[in-house]
């Protein structure tokens, strides 16, 4: 069976890794060669370094391999830490104990998580009131409503975004290249298991959602928080499913040890750009209600979010577009409807920076003060919007002023003025 290790994006550097652990385990049996050569020393650490972080190349292959079969696979968005303690509890005999920090793993914290993230995405955005309640449902464990739902919506939710059929269904495409979460072994697999015919009633209890037994009135002893936390860690899943969909990604020449070598080099030098990198100075109040578009520098992340405010002042939806980062690589004639949809039942009266703070190498935070009109009320706002440094082309985050990036507004930081 194909593994996730044989991916496009993982292949090369476990290959690369493997051959530098044979090189140096062969060095080490000719320790003079050091003498020779006292700079492979120097770099000695740094390699042992880089082949002992390589393992976690090769969990999620071990995560399926173990959980699989009860209805967990891993994916892109899992956390490496539950990711490396769940595997080193399955393999170790202690597979109860990684159940449950599975299962413990959903609690509130992810859960809004996954709000958050369905709170920027069009076709979940639409079943958020729903997700809300089906929240609080799970937290006061009424497990009992909130499966059902949860499978309901999650079905429809595929149908949407595939525009085809819904993740239920037998003829349903799942499987995406080049990916973890959408992989043979992953959530294609995950729905032949909870799509399991279920013909006869029982009240025996089951620990996985089975759907057509839940829908339909068979497993009548569904109720329990391990199935109800297996639809949540789902949904999770589809919207890495749906985000990897959209970018389409496909099969590209394989490369050389060479130009691997190369890639890693670029890496290691963008990792030193990065350790360099200092945050501004923070500025006073004063400071920054005296600036405006023309005395801020261009380029920086102040002069980028007055564009974006003046043009929603103006109602100027066509200059919002490109400033918005969930907008990179989508098609201007679709996002417009979109964006004027989210803002013009807000009217934006004026708006001034109070302060700018640099978070990461790639992120600003930039409190600021709004006043608008919404629901024929006037009111005010300070709040944080959050901009990010990002490449022009796949939205991924970049070390600031890096040639192939720009400068984009996180709309989920205008949440609580947008969708509140």
Known sequence: ?????????????????????????????????????????????????????????????????????????????????????????????????????????????????????????????????????????????????????LLALIDGLVNDISKHVGFFTEKSDLELYDSITSHETGLPFLKLIMNTSRKKTTEEEILIPYRNGILHGRDLNFSNKEVASKCWWLLDCVIDWSDEKRIDKQPIESISIKESLEKYNKTQELSKRISLWKKRPIKSEKYWQSQNLITIEQGLPEHTLLIFLNAWKEQQWGKMFPILLHNIGKHKGKAIPEIKSDYQKIKLLNFRIDSSEDQTPSCTNISSYLEYVKDDIKQSSNISISLNYANTENGYPELRDEPNGSWYILQLSLRQILFS
């Open 1 to 149: 069976m194909p593994k996730i290790t044989d991916n496009e994006s993982i292949r090369p550097l476990l290959t690369f890794s493997q051959l530098l652990q044979t090189g140096y385990t062969f060095l080490e049996k000719i320790p003079f060669i050091y003498t020779i050569n006292p700079k492979l020393k120097e770099h000695r650490n740094q390699v042992m370094q880089m082949i002992k972080d390589s393992h976690i190349l090769t969990l999620p292959d071990k995560f399926n391999e173990l959980f699989s079969k009860d209805g967990w696979i891993c994916y892109s968005g899992l956390s490496q830490t539950v990711l490396e303690q769940s595997v080193a509890l399955g393999s170790t005999n202690k597979y109860e104990e990684a159940k449950e920090l599975l299962i413990e793993y959903v609690d509130e914290k992810m859960v809004e998580f996954i709000l958050t993230k369905c709170s920027s995405r069009p076709e979940f955005k639409t079943r958020l009131d729903l997700l809300k309640l089906l929240k609080i449902d799970y937290l006061e464990q009424r497990y009992h409503s909130c499966i059902p739902l």
